[in-house]
């Protein structure tokens, strides 16, 4: 018995022993030290943080709002899956998700319109194919993109794919619409509703600098356009194949590694916008994706097709719109601050904001290309401005097809969406004619004076296409290749192409439009510069009076550059079209009324998707369309003065004096939606900031007669240093400046050198504070040769500070100093007069 007791431990014992003996050899405890130090690490990372607030006496509130902050990511993160996931189940089986409840902005297009067709056969296709397109793709971003980026910058010379997988889940095409009406015979239009929402994995690698990213799903979704055209007698049947989208795709994508950051709210938005804004640039109307299948096709006018028209939009008011501010919460109901979104396709305005006004008057007029008015509407929302989010006031939705039928509509139209609501419009399709027997015509029906030969209504478009160049010469340094980029104006309008990296032989194939207030007196100017060394490689001068004695007014050839080398060209199609109003004879009992489409999503569904596109905008090389531009001394339409009637000069009135003038398709970076478009017609046609300042000219006057210089005058000192090869403007004082305020005005100086407006070529004074007669005394510098600088102006700006975030901004004076003269290298030291809009400035001694 005590035998078998004293066995059994030992037996016990040596069981256990020998069973634990492979795992733990020696009876030692087995510890995953790797794990441990990861344990040990996620808590001195929590800990470190509490420490440290301990440590430096701080408030315990910061670890509460970085709680709150992680809390907010994770939620936003969860609403982004959550999205993903319900994509991917209306995908996997659309009648069952349709029948336990979609929201109506889900629905594919053939619910909403009876035209818009089912295409499962063809997801069935691209579905089978679809293993055969991900090995497109993959092989697309290893042998394409990652050589590209690589020879960008040297930095990237070690960037990589380590991974391109786009998913098991095929792109969807959820309808189908095929043009039969207002078509040409020999072209096919189809717009695909398509969506993509996948699984993917693209991860990359920077191997210099150990820094790893990726995207780990996407969501895309939006309207393609494919257009089959020239239709041939010969197989294969189809000449070329273009692909656009009619508008910005929603895009939204799930963000891994180091570019998980872009994942925070906030930085998630502006993320989306950037990517959004680079598919634009090549996908987006009017730029396309063109194959040819035939050889003979002109590819470049397939590519870059001319415009089908121009539409002027007088924007006219508003009556009986509805009150959305309110007062003692709720209990007093007050009037609204009315403004409006109007977008025709890609290009979108604003128009200036009308303080407590239920009846506003904006007297507004832009010009948007059309490039394909079957399928693109005119689209208008209005909206009440509040501080925190701005109130629906009512939309409409206009068929284009309709306003070319009629040339020419005047009338009012209800507002959609709202109980209450009218907008009175005025609608003009312009034809672009290939000849100038109109032009005398229509340069008296705009009044295009010799004083205003940059800015007004619009005459004419310059459309032009750039090619390449040849032979251009090293820059500075001469056994490196430049990065060539070209700049290109049109009086105070500019547009600038993509850079080409370490070539002197740049191939760029882009199409540019400018808008022509007076082509007989108007001139492009070309600039070839070096991105890489800020210097120039050449320039050319080509006045549009030429092309008016051109055969089709077009020139197409090889430019020779001037201040460049003996062999330095540039290639380019050059073409002017006269816009020209065709006025039909109806009889006097002719009715008619464009078409007024009703929305298909909710008006959620569309503000979100209007302000999405106003959150940003193509940089300055990537807008092809040419942008509404402000003008000096607009002009009323024959037979419009019973209708226009000047801007109310509210009692808010100089509140909005700071807004910005700077176009919303021209900007180089992100805008605000609250930023007007200027007016390009206006009291009807000065920015928003110039209107307000005459109005204040005229309150300030109140029957009595102003001086010579009303607004105040600037002593500035102008000259060329040959040493420096630079620009040096000294801003010395400015004196009887107008009071914004009654404590005066904080006065500061704002300059760029016209054409260049990008932040960079900015320079600013300090803020004289409380002040009409502010000494500032500073010294700015240009980078501009003396043969350069002589074909610009010098644009002015005195402003008011105002203060951080306050409405009491604004514009003080402006003088805008040509260049051109002789005396530019000794220099001068002058008092120029302030004037409205910078125009006819007088100099002082």
């Not at 109980?419 to 295009?448: C, F, Q, Y």
């Not at 209504?457 to 251009?472: E, G, K, M, V």
């Not at 004695?549 to 060209?569: K, Y």
Request: proline content about 6%.
């Amino acid at each position: 018995m005590s035998g078998a007791r004293g066995e059994g431990p030992e037996a016990g014992a040596g069981g256990a022993g020998g069973r634990a003996a492979p795992e733990n050899p020696g009876g030692v405890l087995s510890v995953e030290l790797p794990g441990l130090l990861a344990q040990l690490a996620r808590s001195f990372a929590l800990l470190l943080p509490v420490y440290a607030l301990g440590y430096l006496g701080l408030s315990f509130s910061w670890v509460l709002l970085a709680l709150a902050l992680l809390a907010w990511c994770r939620r936003s993160r969860g609403l982004k899956a959550l999205r993903l996931c319900r994509a991917l189940a209306l995908l996997e089986d659309e009648e069952r998700v349709v029948r336990l409840g979609v929201r109506a902005c889900d629905l594919p297009a053939w619910v909403h319109f009876p035209d818009t067709e089912r295409a499962e056969w063809l997801n069935k296709t691209v579905k089978h194919m679809w293993p055969f397109i991900c090995q497109f793709i993959e092989k697309l971003f290893r042998e394409t993109i990652e050589p590209a980026v690589r020879g960008a910058n040297t930095h990237l010379s070690t960037f990589s794919f380590t991974k391109v997988d786009v998913g098991q889940q095929p792109l969807r095409i959820n309808g189908v619409k095929v043009y039969t009406e207002n078509v040409d015979k020999r072209q096919i239009i189809l717009d695909l509703q398509i969506s993509f929402v996948g699984n993917c994995e693209i991860d990359l690698e920077i191997k210099r600098y150990f820094c790893r990213a990726g995207v780990k799903s996407i969501q895309i979704h939006g309207t393609m356009r494919v257009i089959l055209e020239p239709l041939i007698g010969d197989m294969p049947l189809v000449g070329a194949l273009s692909v656009f989208f009619l508008r910005k795709p929603l895009l939204e994508i799930n963000w891994t590694g180091l570019t998980n950051l872009l994942d925070v709210p906030g930085l998630n938005g502006l993320s989306d916008t950037i990517i959004l804004d680079i598919i634009s640039n090549y996908l987006v109307l009017p730029n396309r994706i063109t194959v040819p299948l035939v050889s003979e096709v002109q590819i470049a006018q397939l590519r870059f097709p001319v415009p089908k028209g121009v539409l002027r939009i007088h924007f006219i008011e508003a009556q009986d719109l509805q009150g959305k501010d309110t007062y003692l919460k709720g209990l007093v109901k007050g009037k609204s601050d009315p403004y409006g979104i109007i977008r025709v396709g890609n290009q979108i305005f604003q128009s200036r904001v009308i303080k407590e006004n239920l009846s506003p008057k904006w007297n507004e007029v832009y010009e948007a290309l059309v490039y394909e008015h079957p399928g693109q509407e005119l689209e208008i929302e209005l909206f009440d401005e509040d501080p925190d989010k701005d109130d629906f006031l009512g939309s409409l939705m206009i068929d284009l097809i309709e306003v070319e039928k009629e040339r020419l509509l005047d009338e009012w139209f209800t507002l959609d969406e709202v109980p209450k609501g009218k907008l009175h419009l005025r609608l003009e399709w312009l034809t672009l004619m290939p000849n100038a027997s109109n032009l005398d015509k229509v340069l008296t029906d705009i009044k295009a004076d010799k004083d205003q030969a940059n800015d007004g209504l619009s005459s004419a478009l310059l459309i032009l296409y750039l090619d390449s160049a040849r032979n251009l010469p090293s820059g500075k340094k001469i056994s490196s290749n430049p990065n060539p980029v070209v700049q290109m104006s049109v009086g105070h309008k500019a547009q600038e192409s993509k850079i080409r990296y370490k070539t002197n032989e740049p191939v760029w194939e882009e199409n540019f439009t400018f808008f022509i207030h007076n082509p007989k007196r108007q001139d492009l100017e070309v600039e070839v510069r070096d991105e890489q060394h800020q210097c120039s490689l050449g320039n050319l001068k080509v006045p549009l009076s030429q092309l008016l004695t051109s055969e089709d007014m077009t020139v197409s050839q090889r430019f020779q550059l001037s201040n460049s080398g003996p062999n330095s060209t540039i290639k380019m199609k050059i073409a002017l079209r006269v816009l020209h109003l065709e006025k039909r004879e109806r009889p006097p009992d002719h009715q008619h009324s464009a078409q007024v489409k009703r929305p298909s999503v909710s008006k959620e569904g569309r503000k979100t998707s209007i302000k999405s596109h106003m959150s940003g905008s193509p940089g300055p090389g990537g807008s092809n369309t040419a942008p509404s531009t402000p003008v000096i001394g607009g002009s009323d339409k024959p037979g419009m003065e019973e209708k226009v009637q000047p801007p109310e000069a509210g009692p808010q009135g100089l509140h909005d004096l700071g807004r910005s003038s700077s176009s919303l398709l021209a900007s180089p970076g992100h805008i605000s939606v609250k930023e007007p478009t200027p007016s390009i017609a206006s009291d009807i046609s000065l920015p928003i900031a110039t209107q307000e300042l005459r109005q204040r000219l005229r309150q300030l006057e109140n029957g009595t007669t102003l001086g010579q210089s009303p607004l105040g005058q600037i002593q500035l000192t102008i000259r060329h240093s040959s040493q420096r090869n630079k620009l040096i403007v000294v801003v010395h004082a400015c004196r009887n400046l107008i009071a914004f305020s009654e404590d005066g005005s904080d006065p500061y100086v704002r300059m760029y050198l016209l054409p260049d407006k990008r932040r960079s070529g900015r320079r600013k004074t300090h803020v004289s504070k409380k002040t009409l007669n502010p000494v500032f005394d500073q010294s700015f510098d240009f980078s501009v040769s003396l043969p350069e600088v002589q074909r610009r102006t010098l644009d002015v700006a005195v402003k008011n500070s105002g203060g951080f975030l306050s409405k009491d901004k604004g514009l003080l004076g402006k003088v805008l100093v040509a260049l051109a003269s002789e005396e530019l290298a000794k220099g001068w030291t002058q008092w120029y007069d302030l004037t409205e809009d910078g125009t006819r400035p007088q100099a002082m001694s």
